[in-house]
Structure formats: C-alpha cells, structure tokens
C-alpha cells in the first residue's frame, strides 16, 4: 500500500523563470534524503506529491517537516475525478478527524484546477458539506473559526486532505550555492549555519583542532554537532585542521592581549583556502555583536579583513536566549554544553583588547612569521564526510 503526500512549497512560487532551479534543488534533496526507500516525487507549479511505501511513512513524514523549502504537508487521498468517489474518500477523512478527537466545526475547502470538471469550486464545497452533515448531523459547518478542514484540489485527480503539518519553510539546500561554516563546539555556530542553509546555503564546516590542549572529547563533540546538522544540509563534510602549531607560534610571538583577534584571524586565512578549494563563495560564522570581546565591532572589522570572502553571521543581532530557543529546537543545545572546552577557550587571554587598532593588529600579524605554519595545517587537514541519515551513500553529491 502507498501513501500520497501533497507538499506546499510557499516562496518558491515566487521564483518566476527560475522556479524550476529551485523545484529541481528540493527534489534532489528529498531524493537524497529518503534513499534506498523507494519512492516518487513529483509536481509543478507549488503543488507536489510524494507517493511512498505505507511502511516509510514515519520515514517520510520526518523528511518532508525537517527539509527546507516545505512549509507544510499533509496526507491525502487520491481518487477518481467523479462526486461518487470523492464523495466516499471525503467521510473517509472525516472519519480519520474523529478517530482523532477532532471537533464538531469544520469547513470545506476546494480548488479547481481542472475547469473541466462539471462543478465550480463552490459547488464541490456545498455538496461535500451537505454530504457529511447528512452522515454526522453533530457537525456544524464553521466557515470563519473551523475546528478542522477538509481540503479538496480537482487536478489530474482529485485530491483530499486534512490537517497539514508544519515544514521549516527556506529554500531548498544548494539553491544559493556553497558556503564554509567554522563550526566550534559552542552554541551559536550550529544555529548560525543552520540558519545560512534555510536560505539555501550548501555547507561544509572547517573545525579547528588543538591537541592535546583540546580533547579528543572536544573533538568527538564537533563530529557530533555536525551529525545533527546533517539532515537539514543533505550531509556534511567536516574539515578537522590540526591547529596546535599555530596557536603556539601566536603564543610565542604575538602580544598576549591580542591573542584571540591574531588567532581568529589565522582561522580565517585557512578557512578561506578550505573554502576556495571547495569552490565555496562565503564564510560562516556564530559571532553575535558583542557577545565577546572579539565581537565587538572593530575586532569583526579586523577578522573579516583576512579574507575577500563575504562573511555571514545570521545571529549578528540576535541575544543568547534567541541563540538557546533556536538550538534547542534543532538538537544541538544539549551537545553544545557539554564540557570540552576548544581552542578558542583554553588559549584566551584574561584582559583581551576591545576596541584594537587594525594597523597595530596587522602589524602584530606579520610578525609572527606564520604563512608556512598555516599551509602545513591546510595540508594535514582531516575531511569527514557526514550523510544525511545512515544508509546514504557517502560520496554522491545531490546538491
């Protein structure tokens, strides 16, 4: 047995001459995420439908309400285009919203794509409401503060569906071209790609490693974090750099209190070679306006300065409880506490410089002689490639 799913694509309708790009990026996508469980998914024109085996459909339920570019979904019957049949699978719906705990109010809602058929719009909605009041005299129609509502589209077929879930909305992954993420072990660079990818950013992650002064836990827990982003990405690869060399050598040569500026700088030097190797076109980043010394606005001025890239930071002007709700909802919050603590932790300066000179700062950069320290950890950078959900083939590129 199958289930039929419609999907409603909200802003790719408005796409014009390159809705089909972005129609072609969500099926690749839910293609890629339910592989290996067969099934087909088709439509045009801000009407989709995902047909699956009845067995999947916990499977595809999770799939359509975690991928960007669906804002809802719903179950539906597919049936003859005649009353007799859609007559029949209506109380069949209506059956399924009692069997439910549904009240007592309901409406009727129909679109007719098809003007051929014998009934407008409104008559499809007047005869099914007649119809199920007959069976149920206990309903009463609520045009205005439905307790429930029964949809009914007339296309090559008819089809009915009740109550839609919710989808995340966006535009589908890959739409907006590849980004690098730099993904800590904190709270707020999960969220900050999460949010990127939502507008159709396809993602790698570049994770800076320092052992032993980071754990091998620290690490584990990035690898983490990137797993539970990876179904909203279509898979992820993680790019490990081992970072212990560099940090010591800004240890060594750099001046105490500028420390973490010189060292976040590096991580944009290097993050910027991952990133064009992958063809990438921005960086990524959790900073949020003064969160933190290194976040205040000159010293993002001068961090921003070591790459040409565009550098996004979606929670620039978002709070820490914002940040929280946001990383609760997507899994992250509870691995993001855990306590190991990465680089950028253990090797801060307890006075850092708030408001630093960029000529000073740039100075201080070119003194520590650190270039060649920089390609060799490039080069002996680890890559990690996370799929979407266990199963999928690792190294096909959908997006």
Known sequence: MQEIYLVKVGELTLKGGNRNFFEKKLKAHVKLR???????????????????????RKDAEQVLGTTFGIVGFSRCLAVAKNMEAIEEAAREIEGEFRRHGAGTRFKVEARRADKQFPLTSYEIMARLGGVLLTANPELKVDVKTPEWKLNVEIRDKAFLYGPE?????????????????????GIDSPVAGYLMAKRGLRLDAVYFHAYPYTSDEAR??????????????????????????????IREKGPLNEATLLMRAAMVVVADRIAREREATCLVTG?????????????????????????????????????????????????????????????????????????????????????????????????????????????????
């Open 220 to 249: 584990e827990k990035v690898i983490e974090l990137a797993r539970r982003l990876a179904p909203f990405l279509g898979g992820i690869n993680l790019y490990v750099v081992p970072f212990t060399e560099p940090q010591l050598r």
């Open 34 to 56: 339910l592989q290996g469980k067969p099934n087909k998914f088709t439509g045009t024109n801000g009407r989709f439908y995902l047909r699956i085996d009845s067995e999947y």
């Open 287 to 399: 900073e949020s306006l003064s969160q933190v010394a290194s976040q205040t606005t000159e010293s993002i001025g001068y961090t921003g300065s070591a790459t040409d890239l565009p550098i996004f930071r979606p929670l620039i002007g978002f709070d820490k409880r914002e940040v929280i709700e946001l990383a609760r909802e997507i899994g992250t919050y509870e691995t993001s506490i855990l306590p190991y603590e990465d680089c950028c932790t253990i090797f801060s300066p307890k006075n850092p410089v708030i408001k630093p000179d960029r000529q000073a700062l740039q100075k201080s950069y070119q003194g520590l002689d650190i270039d060649e320290i920089l390609e060799t950890a490039v080069a002996n950078t680890e890559r990690i490639y996370i799929p979407p959900r266990e199963g999928v083939l690792p190294e096909k590129e959908y997006l």
């Open 165 to 185: 879930a919710k989808g995340l909305g966006g535009l589908p992954v890959g739409s907006a071209g590849r980004g690098t993420l730099l993904l800590s072990g």
